[in-house]
C-alpha cells in the first residue's frame, strides 16, 4: 500500500463522514424547516430521502473502503 493509497482512502473516508453527517443534520432539522418557511408535509419527505439516499450512498462507500481495506498485501 503506497501513501497515494492511503490519501485516497482518507479522502473517501472523510467524503463519506461528512456525507453522514449531513444527512444526519437534514434529517433533524427538516421538521424545523418545514415549519418556518411554510412548506408542505411532502417536501419534508423529500428531505427525509434525500438524507437517506445520503445515508446509503455513505453506507456503499465505506463497504468500498472496507474491502479494499480486505485485500492481501504482497
Known amino acids: ?3 497515494q493509497d492511503d490519501k485516497v482512502r482518507a479522502n473517501q473516508g472523510l ?4 456525507v ?6 437534514l434529517t433533524i ?5 418545514v415549519q418556518i418557511l411554510g412548506l ?5 419527505f423529500l428531505f427525509y430521502l ?5 445515508f446509503i450512498w455513505a453506507l ?4 468500498q ?4 481495506n480486505r485485500k492481501p498485501k504482497g
Open 15 to 18: 467524503t463519506a463522514g461528512l
Open 60 to 63: 456503499f462507500l465505506t463497504w
Open 40 to 44: 408542505e408535509p411532502r417536501v419534508e
Open 1 to 3: 500500500m503506497t501513501k
Open 20 to 25: 453522514m453527517a449531513g444527512a444526519g443534520v
Open 65 to 68: 473502503i472496507w474491502q479494499k
Open 50 to 54: 434525500i438524507s437517506m439516499a445520503a
Open 29 to 33: 432539522v427538516a421538521p424545523w424547516l
